[in-house]
């Protein structure tokens, strides 16, 4: 049922039981590293880092860095869940041999003229291409399976 209170706002009220509703799983990226969220009615503000098992400094867990994200996904986020919510999927992407160039960013906080930062992007050779070794240090798909209950 929808209830309209002024021209720009709705007010939803579920038709289905609390007890028929679902949760959303959430999960995040902190540090390159994947998080999520259990479900907070069976252990509340849990938090459960994923990659920790796997994790090595330069590979980017659960998101795609600059090169990924412009070049290739379109996207940074690289982790998905499965339908019914028991998996996550994520990508482990490996940064380690791609060259860095310099950019510069704008908005930095507590600095007025921003700062100058290395991102790992290819540069451009004479002939045209990046060199194969550049582009990929290797890009993994994994799945965390996740608690009944998450």
């Known amino acids: 049922m929808v ?3 002024l021209k720009h706002s709705l007010l939803i009220i579920p038709t ?3 007890s028929e509703q679902c949760l ?3 999960a995040f990226v902190h540090n390159n590293q994947l998080y999520y969220i259990r479900n907070p009615r069976t252990l509340p503000h849990e938090v459960i880092n ?3 098992p796997l994790y090595t400094e330069g590979i980017l867990y659960g998101f795609a860095g600059f090169l990924y994200e412009e070049e290739i996904l379109g996207t ?3 982790y998905w869940w499965s339908p019914d919510s028991s998996k996550l999927a994520f990508t482990a992407i490996d940064e380690r041999n791609v060259s860095k160039t310099k950019l ?3 908005e930095v906080e507590g600095k007025l003229d921003g700062e100058v930062k290395d991102h790992s992007y290819p ?3 004479e002939y045209g291409l990046a060199a194969p070794s550049e582009v990929a240090g290797g890009v993994v798909a994994a799945v965390a ?3 009944s209950s998450v």
């Open 145 to 147: 399976v996740t608690p």
């Open 16 to 18: 289905i039981k609390e």
């Open 123 to 125: 540069k451009r050779r």
């Open 3 to 5: 209830q309209v209170l």
């Open 104 to 106: 510069f960013f704008y």
């Open 76 to 78: 940074s986020k690289t």
């Open 24 to 26: 959303i799983p959430w």
């Open 50 to 52: 994923v990659t920790a």
